[in-house]
């Protein structure tokens, strides 16, 4: 099971000191919070995409180049890439130069985004945003595995014997993961292409969580990919570590209290109680992340948010360092030992998916109008 952390960039002050950082010290911080991931063991990092203040991560593959460069093993995500406001054109190209610059240690979260304003600002129009998504994904699935690509769509100009440069490496496409809080057309999507589903549930309760993934599992058993048990999942978390619960509520309080999404809403403890989030010791993030998969079945991936709300770098580290050394060895191993032996441990590697060969169902070019039909069913 792959474990990691994610990041959604936000630049906010933090509310103990009153201190805001620059943009260039926050997008030096997340680079070296994704370098001491991989120190401590972790498995993935996964940088979100926004085109509005108070984030700063507007070019993902830009900094997870930088991030290759100097790493060996870490496997580099999104969380997630606009596929509904990005050009799939773009997105073509980008991802396939990252896979060969990290050597095939690239997947992608494609996902809606959440904020309005951001449709127009690339000539879109947010009442689309489901056929968007869909479109847009047709297109970049035939972009990754066509050398030559008529198209014609409803949402961009058309494309007469277009070849995306780079090739994926080795002729296979990253994998995908199709994210969603709240679009069951999305988990829809991800179970008919066979592809990945990250339910990003940091603000959700569990019942909903459940709801969703079930949805998925149940429509990717329906299209012939294997058992609903099967299916490719992630999960969302949010953490917040110290040696004592009280010491971990006294200093996460007064970020938790003024973060920008939620802040001066519910109390952190029914916040607690009603979603994923953990303040308090390793002990009680490793018990309350082992229930996820009594709602949401044997998954594949977790990842946890640790830096945002104004906290400062030294201790969003501390935190990787608590995450990577204490809690993520245990989760590893109660994890693999409930998994039964038909359930995937991990996401489809690139080296997986190249041996899988060109008539593995992953390389298939299906026609959109079928995932309309099927979402109709």
């Known amino acids: 099971m792959q474990f990691g952390i994610f990041s ?6 933090d509310p103990t000191t009153g201190v805001t950082v620059s943009e260039h010290e926050r997008i030096k911080a997340m680079t070296a919070i994704a370098l001491k991931a991989e120190e401590v063991g972790l498995d993935v990092f996964a940088t979100g995409e926004h085109h509005n203040p108070p984030f700063v991560p507007s070019s993902p593959t830009t900094m997870l180049g930088w991030i290759a460069a100097r790493t060996e093993r870490l496997q580099l995500s999104t969380a997630t890439t606009l596929i509904t406001t990005n050009d799939p ?20 979260t494609l996902g809606r985004g959440n904020t309005g304003p951001v449709y127009p600002w690339f000539g ?46 080795d002729g296979t496409p990253p ?3 199709h994210g969603s809080i709240r679009s069951p057309e999305i988990a829809e ?15 959700w309760n569990k019942e909903h969580t459940e ?8 429509r990717f058993e329906h299209y012939g990919h294997g058992s609903a048990d099967q299916a490719i999942v992630g999960l969302g978390g949010q953490v917040f570590m110290a040696e004592t619960e009280a010491e971990a509520k006294r200093r996460f309080r007064p970020y938790f209290d003024n973060a920008p999404v939620y802040g001066h809403g519910p109390s952190m403890e029914d916040f607690t109680d009603m979603t994923p989030l953990t303040v308090g010791t390793p002990e009680m993030v490793i018990e309350k992340t082992l229930s996820f998969a009594d709602y949401a079945g044997d998954y594949q991936r977790q990842l946890f948010l640790l830096d945002h ?31 039964p032996a038909h359930v995937p441990s991990d996401p489809p590697s690139h080296a997986a998916l190249v041996e899988a060969g060109p008539d593995s169902p992953f390389h298939q070019v299906i026609p959109s109008q079928n995932l309309t039909a099927g979402a109709q069913a």
Do not use: C
Not at 8 to 13: K, N, P, S
Not at 189 to 196: S, V, W
Not at 211 to 218: A, F, I, K, S, T
Not at 310 to 338: H, I, N, S, Y
């Open 8 to 13: 959604v960039g936000d630049v906010t002050a």
């Open 89 to 108: 054109v773009k997105i073509a190209e980008d991802f396939a130069m990252l896979q060969h610059l990290a050597d095939g240690r690239v997947d992608v």
């Open 124 to 169: 879109k129009d947010i009442r689309k945003g489901i056929p968007l998504a869909i479109e847009n994904y047709h297109l970049l699935r035939r972009l990754w595995r066509e050398k030559v690509v008529d198209w014609e769509g409803e949402f961009r100009t058309p494309l007469q014997g277009y070849t995306s440069t780079p090739a994926p490496l």
């Open 175 to 177: 994998f995908v993961w």
């Open 189 to 203: 999507q991800a179970a008919f292409y066979g592809d990945g589903f990250f339910h990003n549930n940091i603000f």
């Open 211 to 218: 709801q969703m993934v079930n949805l998925y599992r149940q």
């Open 309 to 339: 709300a104004g906290l400062p770098l030294e201790q969003v580290l501390e935190q990787v360092e608590m995450l990577g050394r204490e809690v993520v060895p245990t989760l590893r191993a109660e994890f693999e030992r409930r998994r």
